[in-house]
């Protein structure tokens, strides 16, 4: 065969139909995972911003006990009493 029967016969007879289809199906391919992809990184952005969310209100939490523990504290010295304590600093503690 020449190459110019080859491209009669696959141009021909519908071949270029079936070439416009072939790219058809990789297209929608590609947009599949591309939606697919766009969702999932909402998801994680969701996700972040509600983790981010609890984490926030955690640590408004441990900071009103935090406060809490210093007023109890300073009223106990104010009134000349020594507190004692069971805490012990982290290592990762300055001092």
Not at 41 to 46: G, W
Not at 62 to 88: I, K, M, S
Request: aromatic share 8%; no cysteine.
């Amino acid at each position: 065969m020449q190459a110019t029967e080859i491209v009669t016969a696959v141009f021909g007879a519908g071949g270029l139909a079936s070439l416009g289809l072939v790219f058809k199906a990789m297209q929608a391919k590609r947009d599949g995972f591309n939606r697919a992809r766009a969702q999932h990184i909402e998801d994680l952005e969701k996700w972040r911003t509600e983790a981010n969310k609890a984490l926030r209100e955690m640590q408004e939490v441990a900071d009103y006990w935090r406060r809490v523990a210093a007023d109890f504290e300073h009223q106990l010295r104010a009134n000349g009493l020594n507190p004692n304590t069971t805490a012990t600093k982290p290592d990762s503690a300055v001092v």
